[in-house]
Every structure is written in structure tokens, then in C-alpha cells.
């Protein structure tokens, strides 16, 4: 099967490879799904980065503690999405495998540990057209 990919691939471009995990998390029957919006306003999926020694779940685990302040049970694997894109932010261009997890639940254990990013919960069709990425508005479409 082949993997979606999306930004643009220019030749031209040394990318950093930066291994991501990311999760769907919703509520009320799955009728709306959580995102976090960045400093600089964009939307993403929870999750983030795979550091090194890390499995994706790991990651996941970690993130949602960071993110959210919540524990998740990971469900369903919805599968790998490449991303390319040019982060003004860090100056770099990356190229970001992304791995797409389904919380089948999740509990509060606690405040978000990083207190930089917005929680917003919203549709699953708004969600769909406030995520940056490609890759994440591709892993909400498989899922819905």
C-alpha cells in the first residue's frame, strides 16, 4: 500500500527526518475531537516528535501527558502519512513520517504539563479544516 505523502518535495531541499505520532482523541460519540493550536495559531492532532529510544506509543503517551494532561488506551493504527514542510519557526525544512493512532478512551490525570499551546474542541468537519497538515486532515478522514 502506498503512503500518502503531502507539502511539497523540492529537490533542492536537504530535510531533517523527524518522526512523529499523533492521536485522534474525541468526545460525545465521537462528534468532536480534540486539537491543540500552537503559539503561532495552527492547528494539530495531539502528539508530537518520536525522541530517540522511543516507540510510537511511548511517544503518544508522552505527549498527551504534555499536551493534554491526559492517559489514553491507544486503539486503532490508521496508518503512516508523510509530510514535507518548512518550519519558519526552527529555520529548517522537514520531512515528517507520521504515524496515526485512535485513543479508543482517555482520563484527565492531571493539568497539561506544557502550558504554551491552546486545547480546542471542535467538530470532527471543523477539525478537518483548521489542521495545518496535510497528513492530519488525511488521518481524520480515514477515521471518520
Given at each position: 500500500?502506498?503512503i ?5 518535495k523540492?529537490e ?8 512523529g ?5 474525541s468526545r460525545?460519540?465521537n ?6 493550536q500552537?503559539p503561532n ?9 518520536i525522541?530517540q529510544g522511543?516507540t510510537?506509543e511511548a511517544a ?7 499536551e493534554?494532561?491526559i492517559?489514553v488506551?491507544?486503539?486503532e493504527?490508521l496508518?503512516?502519512?508523510?509530510e514535507?514542510?518548512h518550519?519558519r519557526h526552527?529555520c529548517?525544512?522537514y ?15 492531571c493539568?497539561p504539563?506544557?502550558k504554551?499551546?491552546?486545547?480546542r474542541?471542535v467538530?470532527?468537519e ?19
Open positions: 500500500m502506498e500518502p505523502s503531502f507539502g511539497e523540492s533542492t531541499l536537504v530535510y531533517k527526518k523527524r518522526l505520532a499523533y492521536i485522534i482523541v460525545n460519540d462528534s468532536e475531537i480534540v486539537l491543540i500552537a495559531g495552527a492547528y494539530f492532532l495531539p502528539g508530537g516528535e525522541e522511543e510510537k503518544i503517551n508522552r505527549e498527551m501527558l504534555e493534554l494532561g492517559e488506551v491507544i486503539g493504527y496508518g503512516q502519512a508523510d514535507y514542510f518550519s526552527r529548517t525544512d520531512y515528517n513520517p507520521g504515524y496515526f493512532f485512535v485513543a479508543d478512551e482517555w482520563k484527565q490525570v493539568e504539563l506544557e504554551t499551546n491552546e486545547i474542541w467538530s470532527v471543523e477539525g478537518i479544516s483548521l489542521l495545518k497538515r496535510g497528513s492530519h486532515k488525511w488521518a481524520v478522514k480515514k477515521w471518520q
